[in-house]
């Protein structure tokens, strides 16, 4: 089984981390650009699961993330952004200002992928990192990296210096493996996108 885990940045202009892991948790991970880097990268790892790290969807009743569209009444905030913050989770709401780019490439992604046959899902890897005792960004790449390979993973590359969004990359691609094996929880209402969350490591 192979998930291709990605943490997309807002645009084009700035680097998204990618992170192909099979289920022998052999890892190669790197950064793209654009869109059509992305979405070739999909294409060719030919995965089981796709692991995007951002909102896959507008809040119900949304059509658009414009404020002056009259959906906006329905706000910006979706079932399982709030049912991930009930379980103890910050997650940004999905369209708040500085969320509102990230969300609609995401989409875009999603719909591109699926239309390609490809099965998409939603991960956010700070609830994921909680749960299976990564440490946060914040902790620095090294402490992060380390972490990882005490989860298992191998990197292919092990001498090359890796970003922190290849890393989060690596933990989406990590909760895809999950939701591959059965070993997942989801958040939200089941006929809306749910986010796709680890079992926790810790419990007993
Ligand atoms: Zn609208």
Not at 37 to 56: G, K, T, Y
Not at 175 to 197: K, N, T
């Amino acid at each position: 089984m192979i998930s291709l885990g990605i943490d997309p940045s807002g645009s084009e202009r700035r680097r998204s981390g990618l992170a192909v892991l099979d289920d022998d948790l052999k890892v190669y991970t790197w950064t793209a650009m654009t869109n059509e880097e992305i979405c070739r990268a999909a294409r060719e790892a030919r995965p089981d699961v796709v692991a995007i790290d951002s909102p896959l969807s507008l809040p119900k009743g949304r059509c658009c993330a414009r404020t002056s569209c009259p959906c906006a009444v329905r706000g910006i905030v979706r079932a399982a952004d709030r049912a991930v913050a009930k379980l103890g989770y910050h997650p940004f709401w999905t369209l708040l200002p500085s969320m509102v780019n990230l969300t609609l490439r995401g989409i875009s992604f999603k719909e591109r992928m699926e239309a390609e046959g490809l099965k998409v899902i939603e991960v956010y890897p700070g609830a994921a990192q909680d749960r299976l005792g990564v440490p946060r960004k914040k902790a620095g790449v090294d402490l992060l990296e380390e972490a990882l390979r005490d989860l298992g993973i191998r990197f292919r590359d092990p001498g090359r210096k890796r970003v922190h969004d290849e890393l989060d990359a690596v933990t989406a691609a990590y909760v895809g493996i999950c939701y591959l094996q059965g070993r997942y929880e989801a958040a939200g209402p089941s006929d809306e996108i749910q986010i796709i969350l680890p079992l926790s490591l810790r419990t007993s």
